[in-house]
Every structure is written in structure tokens, then in C-alpha cells.
């Protein structure tokens, strides 16, 4: 049986763009749909590229139903954070226990929070003088950042890079591990 993704992006969408290539050759799963809050984010160009169908929704939407609404219409099975900035409300979360996965660029619990994404993450850490940073692939709850970690992986800072090589070194560990965190936690859900 195919279970259906939906993944939820705010911006140029590299990770949704990865995710929607794995899941291609998944028997279990698909990403469904990509819904994303920014009508100009390139991450729906990506997506249309694709194939795969986008819906872009406001704060209202969010927080009024309608995102809950599409999340039905799409059969749903779980929700990825593909570089989402707004938190997602709490009904969401509870109509999804365990099943909504975000990745953040640092090694949480440091540098996670509002306001903490992207390039401020990376600015942070090098100002910080950090020896190593990384990513952070967890659950969601209520909270920003919060919520269960499944995966960490770890890179080297080094004291002469900035925070747009910190950024770059962040990207390949994303790529490489995202998408195969996910599928092997969702697995041995549905394996349940």
C-alpha cells in the first residue's frame, strides 16, 4: 500500500526536491503534494518539475482549517519540514502524533528556536567559534525544535570557514541523510 507525504517548504526547496526523487522509488511511499506558505518560493517550480501537485497557503489557512482540509484531501500518512519556518499549530501536531519530521541545521537543542534558521543558524555558530556543528532530523511537537531526535550527523568547523561554507558542508549531510532517516523511521511505522 502507498502511504502519501506531504511535504511543507518555505523556500528554494533543494530538500523537497531530494525527497521527492527518493520517494519515487519507494514501494511504500510517495510525496503526495509539496504546500508551501511563499507563492514566490522556487521550491513550487521545483515541484512542478516534478510532477508532483503544490497547494500555497497563508497563516490564516493554517491555523483556520483549510491546511487540515488539504491534508485530508491528500490522504496524508505523514508531513516532512523541508525548510518550513512557521510552527506548525497544535492541532496539526495532535492529528499527527509521531508522524510530522522536521531537519534543522545545527545539532540541537543549540541553536534551535524562533528565529533560528538558514543562515542565522550558521552565522551563529561560527560566531560562537563552535568546533563542530550539523543537522538534526527530529519529530515535531508544540514547540520549535523540540520535539523527538531520531538522527544527527556531525561535521568539522573550522576556524577560518564562514558561515556560507558552514552552510555548504550543511547541505551535503542534509542530502545525504534526510531522505533515508525518513524512510527507515516511517518503515517501522507502518511495519508496527
Do not use: W
Amino acid at each position: 500500500m502507498m502511504n502519501n507525504l506531504v511535504v511543507f517548504a518555505s523556500g528554494s526547496g533543494t530538500n523537497a526536491e531530494n525527497l521527492i526523487k527518493y520517494f519515487a522509488e519507494s514501494p511504500y511511499f510517495r510525496v503526495a503534494a509539496v504546500f508551501c506558505n511563499k507563492p514566490d518560493a522556487f521550491v513550487l517550480e521545483r515541484a512542478r518539475r516534478l510532477g508532483v501537485p503544490t497547494e500555497v497557503f497563508n497563516r490564516a489557512d493554517l491555523h483556520g482549517g483549510r491546511v487540515m482540509e488539504l491534508l485530508r484531501q491528500y490522504d496524508a500518512y505523514a508531513i516532512i519540514l523541508a525548510g518550513f519556518l512557521m510552527m506548525v499549530p497544535e492541532a496539526i501536531v495532535q492529528a499527527y502524533p509521531g508522524r510530522i519530521i522536521n531537519i534543522h541545521p545545527a545539532l540541537l537543542p543549540k541553536y534551535g528556536g524562533k528565529g533560528m534558521h538558514g543562515m542565522h543558524v550558521h552565522e551563529a555558530v561560527v560566531a560562537a567559534g563552535e568546533p563542530e556543528t550539523g543537522i538534526t532530523i527530529h519529530l515535531v511537537d508544540e514547540q520549535y525544535d523540540h520535539g523527538k531526535i531520531l538522527f544527527q550527523a556531525r561535521c568539522e568547523v573550522l576556524p577560518c570557514d564562514t558561515p556560507a561554507e558552514v552552510a555548504a558542508k550543511i547541505h551535503l549531510l542534509e542530502q545525504e541523510y534526510f531522505p533515508e532517516v525518513v524512510d527507515e523511521y516511517l518503515s517501522h511505522l507502518i511495519e508496527q
